[in-house]
């Protein structure tokens, strides 16, 4: 079970980076697919070929999601210039004091 959650990460995080483009085509996807079923074993066999390819699968799963969320980070807080004091205060989350008058 968990390897077929992992296939289905490393496709979700494929469709995020290639938003407009079908992944039937790809290269990636088709190698993915490939090697998945080239290392398909059932619970009950141990092949340590297949534990290694899992820990593989989930280290690319772990490089993809964290490579898109750094990326997200950045746009997110990259300079943009001057910002005001409230802009600032309501992209992390603060509110500031209001002025009594």
């Not at 593989?56 to 004091?85: M, P, W």
């Amino acid at each position: 079970m968990e390897k077929l959650t992992t296939l289905r990460g490393i496709i979700r995080e494929f469709r995020y980076a290639l938003p407009e483009r079908s992944l039937k085509d790809n290269l990636i996807f088709n190698y993915l697919m490939k090697q998945y079923r080239k290392y398909k074993t059932t619970d009950q066999q141990l092949c340590k070929a297949q534990e290694e390819m899992n820990f593989i699968a989930n280290s690319y799963l772990c490089y993809l999601r964290s490579s898109r969320l750094s990326q997200e980070i950045h746009d997110e807080f990259h300079g943009k210039g001057e910002r005001t004091v409230q802009e600032t205060a309501d992209m992390i989350g603060f509110k500031l004091p209001h002025d009594p008058k």
